[in-house]
């Protein structure tokens, strides 16, 4: 993308372009100036761009939260904050009318399985946010009590800080939209040569000997390839 600084435009050349587009609505305007005309109105794009600008300017956050981090969630929509700006305002009371989830405070064991339905009753594409320590790494809470979001969910954007403020979680919605747009700021895996370090947790089934770890499978072992 180029940027070009321009002059700002005064009334003669504002007049000029209505006077232009008149013309041009008459079938007045031909050869170069037409040519002109249609190279300062005309915007061309990919289909794929044009979809993703669009989930990236109109997300629905789903109206949910958990502890203490959800009190700065609400700030977002305030005036000091104004996620209206961004036409993220819409928060959505059901699932299945919601995109993005917030995992705003800390995830209890009994509440995971909760959380993951709800994950489950949205639609596809939709994302989620780990808000605060507590939902990204336990925070304070390192107990047995206190599951982490990446056990459970596939964390989109993780928001440090305990609670972090309003801001934060709009710099972490900016994070997000650049990831929708397909064009995401590089990550510290990638920066600091972390790729292949991440700790999943590995799918249990359960048989007559209780639970264990799944044995992968052959679509497993060729998605490598």
């Given at each position: 993308m180029e940027i070009v600084r321009r002059e700002?435009?005064?009334?003669?050349?504002?007049r000029a372009r209505q006077l232009r587009a008149r013309d041009m609505l008459r079938g007045d305007l031909d050869g170069a100036?037409?040519?002109?005309?249609?190279?300062?109105?005309?915007?061309?794009?990919?289909l794929d761009k044009a979809v993703a600008w669009a989930r990236g300017n109109s997300m629905y956050p789903l109206t949910f939260g958990?502890?203490?981090?959800?009190?700065?969630m609400m700030g977002i929509v305030a005036s000091r904050v104004d996620v209206a700006r961004f036409g993220w305002?819409?928060?959505?009371?059901?699932?299945?009318?919601?995109?993005?989830?917030?995992?705003?405070?800390?995830?209890?064991?009994?509440?995971?399985?909760?959380?993951?339905?709800i994950w489950d009753q949205m639609l596809e594409p939709k994302?989620?946010?780990?808000?605060?320590?507590?939902?990204?790494s336990m925070g304070v809470f390192n107990n047995y009590a206190i599951v982490p979001a990446d056990k459970f969910l596939p964390v989109d954007i993780h928001v440090?800080?305990?609670?972090?403020?309003?801001?934060?979680?709009?710099?972490?919605?900016?994070?997000?939209?650049t990831?929708?747009?397909?064009?995401?700021?590089?990550?510290?895996?990638?920066?600091?040569?972390?790729?292949?370090?991440?700790?999943?947790?590995?799918?249990?089934?359960?048989?007559?000997a209780g639970w264990h770890a799944a044995t992968v499978t052959g679509r497993n072992e060729g998605q490598g390839a």
């Open positions: 700002p435009a005064g009334p003669d050349d504002f100036d037409l040519e002109k005309y249609v190279q300062e109105s005309i915007l061309t794009t990919t958990l502890a203490c981090c959800a009190i700065e305002e819409a928060l959505r009371a059901s699932p299945r009318q919601a995109d993005v989830i917030i995992l705003s405070g800390r995830i209890s064991i009994k509440m995971a399985p909760v959380i993951r339905r994302w989620a946010i780990a808000m605060g320590a507590c939902s990204s440090p800080g305990c609670p972090p403020r309003p801001e934060a979680l709009m710099h972490g919605f900016l994070k997000l939209r990831m929708i747009l397909e064009d995401p700021d590089m990550g510290w895996r990638e920066r600091y040569g972390g790729a292949g370090t991440e700790e999943l947790a590995p799918d249990l089934v359960r048989d007559a």
